[in-house]
């Protein structure tokens, strides 16, 4: 299967950002506007993903986001793509982060 990516410049105005990350990944830092589900709520909280619109799954470093995108396109979603590189690359592009804790924001 061939799992879409895109590249953190490239992701779409109004995209859905689904990010998989545990929680204390997402407190220091995620992108705004970004929906919090870490990777093992997914089965269980299927329905709150969009089945249309562009979906963008965000991890780390892009490896358990290709995992979910694999899943959701298994659960026949076919408008998702995987955030290549993960935050790190979304961080390194320069695109806006936020953090939870107060503290600068930061990729862990």
């Not at 093992?40 to 619109?53: A, H, K, Q």
């Given at each position: ?12 105005d ?25 990777m ?35 659960q ?33």
């Open positions: 299967m061939q799992i879409p990516v895109t590249e953190a410049g490239q992701v779409p109004g995209a859905y950002l689904l990010d998989v990350r545990e929680p204390e990944e997402w407190t220091a830092g995620h992108a705004p506007g970004a929906t919090h589900l870490p093992m709520d997914v089965p269980v909280r299927l329905d709150e993903i969009p089945r249309d619109g562009d979906v963008v799954v965000v991890c780390r470093s892009g490896g358990r986001s290709g995992q979910v995108v694999a899943y959701l396109m298994h026949g979603y076919d408008n998702v793509a995987n955030l290549d590189g993960g935050m790190l690359d979304w961080a390194a592009a320069g695109r806006p982060m936020v953090s939870e804790d107060g503290q600068p924001a930061r990729v862990l």
